[in-house]
């Protein structure tokens, strides 16, 4: 799968196990760092502001964009023309994040990495060969809410036999068709926590057959190692932690637009505010 993103040069670390789905339905993990994430200021060495022109116009409007009416959400930024020696500054400046996206379906292919200023989101995409790239400023990247269950299913239709060993899959796959097709949204997520039911393999094939694996996957680092990835039916999330040991500790079910875990929050926005104005003082 990752060669179809070989093109979208966004600096980025989406690799190791889970980080990109398996064909045959069994959702993985990728390994994380064990100690939590903070905030460190991207290391820009021997580098002045006046040989990036490009790239400071880049930054100031990512710098309006967290300063406007949080209504306005998301603004996106579009820079695929600036020079090659603007793009790796302005990818230098923003650094890496905690929450990277995948998002494969309908001709589209985006690589997407917030960076280190949480609520701003590098995207990188290829839309039918024609590379682009681009920064968001919100609260989750708008094609995760425009695209991700366009094409989902509206439910789910169970066999009349069961296979052998199923225990609370139909079950299961009869509460989460029916939740999804009338949630709304501003409704509250609607959780499953596969944790605390008991779930034979055979349970757990047929919750992977029938869901499967939708077009976008979040791989997050920061105060757990959290994969999450969409299904192919309508506003169903498969949400998985992991402990520093990549030991399995929740996975759940969710009906909802997206997971809060991969959203970032007002409080995030603010703290942004600041952030770009001390990495922009430290530089100057």
């Known amino acids: 799968m990752m060669s179809q993103y ?34 460190n200021a991207p290391v820009l060495m021997d580098y002045s502001l006046e040989n990036y022109p490009h790239a400071v116009e880049v930054i100031d409007k990512v710098s309006k964009a967290l300063h406007a009416d949080t209504q306005a959400f998301p603004i996106t930024i579009d820079f695929s023309t600036i020079p090659e020696a603007d793009l790796d500054f302005l990818n230098k400046f923003l650094g890496e994040g905690e929450v990277s996206v995948l998002f494969n379906q309908d001709k589209i292919q985006c690589r997407i990495q917030e960076t280190v200023l949480a609520g701003v989101w590098r995207i990188a995409s290829n839309e039918s060969g024609k590379i682009s790239h681009a920064i968001e400023v919100g609260y989750t990247p708008s094609i995760v809410i425009q695209k991700t269950f366009k ?130 003082e430290s530089i100057q």
């Open 6 to 39: 070989k093109d979208l040069s966004i600096p980025v670390s989406v690799i190791g196990p889970g980080s990109q789905p398996d064909e045959g339905g069994v959702l993985e993990y990728m390994s994380m760092p064990n100690d939590m994430s903070i905030f």
């Open 151 to 280: 094409n989902a299913n509206q439910s789910i239709q169970l066999p009349e036999t069961m296979p052998e060993g199923v225990i609370n899959a139909p079950s299961l796959l009869t509460e989460l068709s029916e939740k999804s097709s009338s949630w709304q949204a501003g409704d509250e997520a609607h959780i499953v926590n596969l944790t605390l039911l008991p779930q034979s393999p055979q349970d757990l094939d047929m919750l992977g057959e029938y869901l499967q694996e939708g077009p976008t996957i979040f791989l997050s680092r920061g105060y757990g190692s959290c994969r999450v990835s969409s299904t192919k039916l309508k506003n169903t999330w498969w949400v998985q932690y992991f402990n520093s040991e990549d030991k399995l500790i929740l996975n759940t079910l969710e009906i909802s637009d997206v997971p809060i875990v991969t959203q970032a929050s007002q409080e995030d926005i603010i703290d942004s505010q600041e952030r770009i104005q001390e990495m922009l």
